[in-house]
């Protein structure tokens, strides 16, 4: 098993990785994990962000394995997974700069003060804030834990799980879900924009 790229030596991995063998999977993971996290990184442009990406892929591949079709390279299947990851996890990104950093939580606090040029502006942005907290106030402790870890102290879903003693893919699906939550009642409220 010390042969490295045989695909005959892969096959034989995948299926006893099918069999529930984890040092198997181990090995995949081993033997792709470098090419995976340089094709991630190409996506995110972000080490950090690459390497989170790297491991849901993996964790994702594991879940999925029996989906895979045999036919096809293995490292095709999970890169493509990667790449996938990697998209969505930009737009997610985005959505958080347009849900978060408009509303005066991400970097400042939660109710940004500023030099607007006009005073209509910075009302409208006092309003939006008030409405962000009136919003965090809805959710629960634990997603509003999270969402001011990640957005007002501005640290990685890894340093949250840290602080809070769970996985950084739990503190992912955690933001999430509170973002979805505070996006929901902000819609409610009428105090989103687009």
Not at 4 to 23: C, F, K, N, P, Y
Not at 143 to 163: A, H, N
């Amino acid at each position: 098993m010390t042969e490295h790229s045989g695909t005959t030596d892969e096959a034989v991995l995948i299926e006893r990785a099918l069999a529930q063998d984890d040092d198997a999977f181990g090995e995949l993971v081993k033997r792709y994990e470098k090419s995976l996290y340089n094709i991630v990184f190409g996506v995110v442009n972000d080490v950090e962000v690459a390497q989170d990406v790297t491991q849901e892929t993996f964790l994702r591949a594991y879940q999925f394995l029996g989906k895979y079709r045999k036919g096809f390279r293995f490292s095709t299947w999970l890169f493509r997974i990667g790449v996938n990851l990697g998209i969505s996890r930009l737009r997610r990104h985005r959505l958080e700069n347009d849900t978060f950093s408009t509303h005066g939580i991400a970097h400042h606090g939660l109710l940004r003060t500023g030099s607007f040029a006009d005073p209509a502006d910075e009302a409208m942005q006092k309003e939006r804030a008030q409405e962000v907290v009136r919003g965090m106030g809805e959710l629960s402790e634990r997603y509003r834990t999270v969402l001011l870890m990640r957005y007002k102290d501005g640290l990685s879903c890894r340093e949250i799980g840290q602080e809070l003693g769970i996985s950084a893919n739990s503190v992912s699906i955690v933001l999430h879900r509170s973002k979805m939550k505070l996006k929901e009642f902000l819609s409610e409220a009428g105090g989103e924009g687009k």
